[in-house]
Structures are given as C-alpha cells and as structure tokens.
C-alpha cells in the first residue's frame, strides 16, 4: 500500500470502484445467508430444534462453498427420496435446475474469492476526475503449469453485473425452496420456464 492511501481523498471514480466491490460482496452474503437459512429451515422440525442445527450451520468451517453442498444435497434427497413423496418427474427437473444454479454459484463463488483475497489498486489509472472507473486486482494461483493470474472484474459495471448473477441465482434458490417445503407440490411451471436451454423463474401472475 502506498504511503498515506488510508488518508486518501476518494476520487469520483474510486468511490464508484468501492461501491461496486461492497455492492458485489453484500449480495454475495445475502445469497449464502439464504442458501444457510434454507437449509436450515428444511432440516429442523421446529423452533427448538432449529437452534440446534443453527448451531452447526454458523460454524466457521461452514464457508459459502459447504453450505452450499449441503444445501444441494439435501435438495437431491428430498426429490429422489420415495419417502419423501415428491413426485419423480418434478424432482428430476429439480435436479436439473439445481444443477444450473451449482454451475452458477460455482463461478460467482470463484469470482468473489479472486476479487477478496486479491491485491487492489483502487484509483491506480490516473488522476483523479479523469472518469476512468477502472481498476487493478493481482491475484496469482498456481497451477500445473506454475503461477497464473486470476481473471477477474476490472470495472464497476463487471462487478455490477456479477451483482445481477447472484440475484438471479437467489430468485432461483428461492423457487426451488417453496417447491421443495411447499404441501402438496406446486406446479412446477409456475415457478420455472425452460428457455434456451436454462432454466429461468416464471413470471409470477397475481390472483
């Protein structure tokens, strides 16, 4: 860090970098306290016990790429579980959406880690009030190879869209909760449409 950058007076554009990064990072939380939440909704039985689970879940090896495993797998098992009697044409399209979501979470999940755990330089391109919202982030991994640079966001409108992805991936979440908890099953299509290949949440129409 250079020397007195705590100090710094925030361009224009370094205030826009900053809150294009707290923006990311903020929905990115809100979608893992949802995938925490909703498991733990569906595990326990009632109040009481829900503290209990709780417990396990708030653990600090409980980080964002766990929580959503568990949360995966206890999707999985309530839709293919007979026991559990939900109907098997409606769990493998479950499965099918939760498989999308996974891939999406993966990427955000990776992104997220790149962009924290990565070296920033807010404000590096120039002076300030020169309208360049753009930024550096180093973040070196090793591969096979030997080191490579992560890709990651540069700009606010990146980060901004990145934003987008986790609400989308959280509406998504959402639907396939009230599927799953919701008595008897509701109509699957009421709560996602397949386009393109991908699934996507159904416009909802009030009553």
Request: charged content about 20%; glycine content about 6%; aromatic content about 8%.
């Amino acid at each position: 860090m250079s020397e007195g950058a705590i100090d710094q007076v925030c361009s224009p554009e370094m205030s826009e970098q900053y809150a294009a990064l707290g923006r990311f990072v903020t929905v990115f939380e809100d979608t893992v306290n949802l995938i925490r939440t909703a498991t733990v909704g569906m595990l326990a039985s009632n109040r009481r016990y829900e503290k209990l689970v709780n417990i396990a879940f708030h653990s600090s090896v409980m980080t964002a790429g766990p929580l959503f495993q568990v949360f995966r797998a206890v999707v999985g098992q309530i839709v293919t579980d007979e026991e559990f009697g939900f109907p098997k044409l409606q769990g493998q399209d479950i499965l099918s959406v939760m498989n999308q979501i996974a891939g999406e979470f993966d990427a955000i999940q990776q992104t997220r880690n790149s962009l924290l755990h990565g070296t920033w330089e807010v404000g590096w391109c120039g002076e300030p009030g020169n309208g360049l919202a753009v930024f550096s982030v180093t973040k070196l991994k090793p591969s096979r190879t030997g080191l490579s640079r992560a890709e990651v966001p540069s700009r606010p409108d990146e980060l901004s869209e990145w934003a987008e992805r986790c609400h989308a991936a959280q509406t998504l979440i959402e639907r396939v909760v009230e599927a799953v908890v919701t008595k008897p099953v509701p109509q699957l299509d009421m709560l996602f449409t397949r386009k393109d290949d991908s699934w996507i949440p159904s416009k909802l129409t009030s009553s």
